[in-house]
């Protein structure tokens, strides 16, 4: 499988602190997407970082990507209640996106 | 509003019967797909396609057919011959390529009974 896996499966923090989710996947990539899901909805794109790149923002989110580990971590920055929700990463093979299984973020207020 | 919306939300499908899900776009992207999600788990590739008329299968295709006859629409098929389809099923649809930043329409439920 191709398939990127996330870790932790599942995370519970207090609300202000930081959240930091891992993702791993198993060969080269052009880029490797960020995506959240809200219970029962459908999913929204985070963020996008190209295999060229090393690190990327995007409001309170912090991506990382070291492709000598094939691997990239998201940062959440002083979570929310609103944060909680599942964030899955995606990988492109073969003009596919392959979503690995997600961590859950539970950010309790 | 430009978006994906899918129809409906909720379905009941008895065991023999074929369903059609709805998937609409109005952003004017070539590419759309149906990713079928299960309980904890990631999303799985059913179906792709790039242009109209023309469509590959995905991951786990059996059991399920498509359509693109339009640019704006991909609507799924799930037939008798997909045994376990109960499972939330979500539509996508991105600029062009797989690779590219996909958009997701809200999801539809279905559930056998």
């Known amino acids: 499988s191709q398939q990127g896996e996330e870790d932790p499966q599942a995370l519970s923090i207090q609300e202000g602190e930081n959240a930091t989710m891992n993702c791993s996947y198993k060969t080269s990539i052009n880029n490797l997407q960020w995506y959240r899901q809200n219970s029962g909805r459908g999913l929204v794109h985070l963020i996008l970082i190209r295999s060229n790149e090393r690190e990327k923002h995007s409001g309170r989110l912090r991506v990382t990507l070291d492709t000598s580990k094939k691997s990239s971590s998201l940062l959440i920055t002083a979570s929310r209640a609103a944060d909680t929700a599942s964030y899955f990463c995606?990988?492109?093979?073969?003009?596919?996106?392959?979503f690995g299984a997600g961590t859950i973020l539970r950010v309790k207020s | 509003d430009g978006g994906i919306t899918q129809s409906p939300k909720y379905l009941f499908r008895k065991e023999g019967q074929n369903v059609t899900l709805s998937c609409e776009q109005n952003l004017n992207h070539d590419a759309m797909y149906w990713y079928r999600q299960d309980p904890g788990q990631g999303l799985r590739l059913i179906y792709y396609?790039?242009?109209?008329?023309?469509?590959q299968k995905g991951d786990i295709a059996e059991g399920y057919s498509v359509s693109r006859e339009k640019k704006e629409s991909f609507p799924l098929t799930v037939t008798s011959a997909q045994k376990n389809p109960t499972a939330f099923y979500l539509c996508?649809?991105?600029?062009?390529?797989?690779?590219?930043?996909?958009?997701f329409g809200p999801g539809t439920r279905l559930t056998v009974l």
């Open positions: 396609s790039q242009i109209v008329n023309d469509f």
């Open positions: 995606a990988t492109e093979y073969g003009n596919k996106l392959v």
């Open positions: 996508a649809s991105s600029i062009s390529r797989g690779g590219d930043e996909q958009f």
